[in-house]
């Protein structure tokens, strides 16, 4: 937090200081601050906190992170040679600015230390092999696509596709374990800011969360600063603190913006699409700072969200995210007009390391709804040509749309526990498809499923559902 006294005591201590002798709104050009480096931290006089951009050989360009007018002729002192964030453990629960300051109300945070916002990523030789399922609540991602505790993930979707009820999903079922899930909500609007919290209070899930929140109308320095604070954060709980942590980018289509903005304004020679050739690199060292550390066996799990605008995916910065993550789930509105909930297109979806946490059946029986998806795939595309569709085809359809309504959640729900959702794939994938009534078939499996301790009650109950409620045929 900010010390009124902290100008004066840090010129009182002869550290560097500087003129302002330029601004253009968030960006201000110092002369003088001898010896300082790209990314140290300063106060100016008025006190507000920036953060060194750029050195030239006479002047040194800095971020102001807290507002966009500064005084032509006032004084600049540096605070520290790195940024660094305020971190502890009494961020838990709290609502707070990439600067630490809180929005929530309730009072001063006390904060334990504080971590470097740019650190290095661990190496090969501190990091262990990630196998841990992170359950994220949702069906059709856990059966499919699981997401491994450590693993780098991209959420890709057009706007109002699902990508946020997803995320709050996945949060809301991490209420009761001893998991942080760290938010870090960029460049959103206040409505946008004020549903999330909302929902996380109403479900509890606010208990073992962290929001960071630098909305549209902040300073875009802070848009700018918020994912690496948001990382640090997290760095620190699951570092020193010994603690699994989840932290959700949301969005990183707006960082880049903003990063994009920054950097033109800065003359930068712009690249494709308009952004500078370091982009890559801004979001590429922010998203391998996760893993599975060797000293304690916590992870730090990364899921990064970006905007696919009219679901193309071949854009710069999807692609860009997705050679740089383990795999990514995939959201369109294409999937979402068909009344498919959640709208995750799975022809496109894939987790790269999901495979290690599911067993042997697991595997079998996810690639086989895999392949029935595809086919029934295939078959909606034949069917847009024609009426008169083969029976295999017509069969594909069916079977299609059941497993859909198998997989279908509101976003307030939660997935059902893993040995019923077995029983109803298993039910549905060996199955025909005549009389099947899906939210009768969710019942008795919900009935039958405290009764199954091992790999055969599974087999036997399976043949029990097929039975009770008549399905007629095998695949």
């Known amino acids: 937090m900010y010390n009124d006294n902290l100008f004066q005591q840090l010129v009182t201590a002869n550290y560097p200081t500087g003129e302002v002798i330029g601004s253009d709104r968030f960006l201000v050009t110092v002369k003088g601050l001898d010896g300082v480096g790209v990314g140290a931290l300063v106060v100016f006089e008025s006190g507000q906190r920036g953060m060194v951009r750029e050195l030239t050989d006479e002047t040194v360009l800095i971020l102001n992170l807290q507002g966009e007018e500064t005084k032509l002729g006032s004084l600049v002192v540096l605070q520290d040679h790195s940024m660094k964030a305020d971190v502890g453990e009494a961020l838990i629960g709290r609502i707070v600015t990439p600067l630490g300051e809180p929005l929530d109300g309730k009072g001063p945070i006390r904060y334990e230390a504080q971590w470097p916002v740019y650190n290095e990523a661990p190496g090969l030789i501190e990091r262990e092999l990630l196998k841990d399922q992170l359950s994220s609540g949702v069906t059709i991602v856990d059966f499919l696509f699981p997401i491994v505790l450590g693993q780098r993930i991209a959420i890709l979707g057009d706007a109002k596709s699902g990508k946020t009820s997803f995320l709050l999903q996945l949060g809301m079922n991490q209420t009761g374990t001893d998991r942080i899930v760290v938010y870090v909500l960029i460049g959103k609007r206040r409505v946008e800011i ?65 990063y994009r903005e920054v950097s033109l304004l800065t003359n930068v020679s712009p690249g494709r699409d308009s952004y500078p050739g370091d982009m890559f690199y801004a979001h590429s060292s922010l998203l391998e700072r996760a893993g599975k550390l060797k000293s304690n ?21 999807p692609t860009s995210i997705m050679s740089m993550t383990d795999g990514q789930i995939i959201f369109d509105l294409q999937t979402f007009r068909q009344n498919i909930r959640p709208a995750v297109n799975v ?106 301790k091992n790999a055969v009650d599974i087999d036997l109950a399976v043949q029990q559902l097929l039975q009770t409620t008549r399905i007629g045929g095998t695949l």
């Open 347 to 452: 022809g496109l979806s894939v987790s790269r390391v999901g495979g290690r946490a599911l067993n042997n059946r697991q595997k079998l029986l996810s690639a086989t709804v895999t392949k029935r998806l595809a086919e029934y795939r295939q078959a909606r595309e034949f069917a847009h040509f024609t009426t008169d569709i083969t029976p295999e085809s017509k069969h594909a359809l069916q079977l299609g749309m059941l497993i859909y309504e198998v997989f279908r959640q509101g976003p307030r729900e939660l997935h059902l526990p893993l040995v019923q959702e077995l029983m109803l794939e298993t039910v549905i994938a060996s199955g025909g498809t005549s009389a099947l009534n899906v939210s009768d078939l969710k019942k008795k499996a919900k009935e039958v499923a405290p009764k199954i």
């Open 297 to 317: 066996s916590k992870t730090l799990t990364a899921l990064p969200v970006v905007i696919t605008p009219g679901d193309d995916i071949t854009a710069f910065l």
């Open 194 to 258: 004020g549903q999330t919290i909302a929902t996380l209070r109403e479900t509890g899930a606010m208990a073992n969360s962290i929001l960071i929140i630098a909305d549209m109308f902040d300073s875009l320095a802070q848009s700018y600063l918020a994912p690496y604070i948001g990382c640090a954060i997290a760095e620190y709980l699951w570092a020193k603190k010994g603690k699994d942590v989840v932290v959700i980018y949301d969005d990183l289509t707006s960082h880049a913006k903003v």
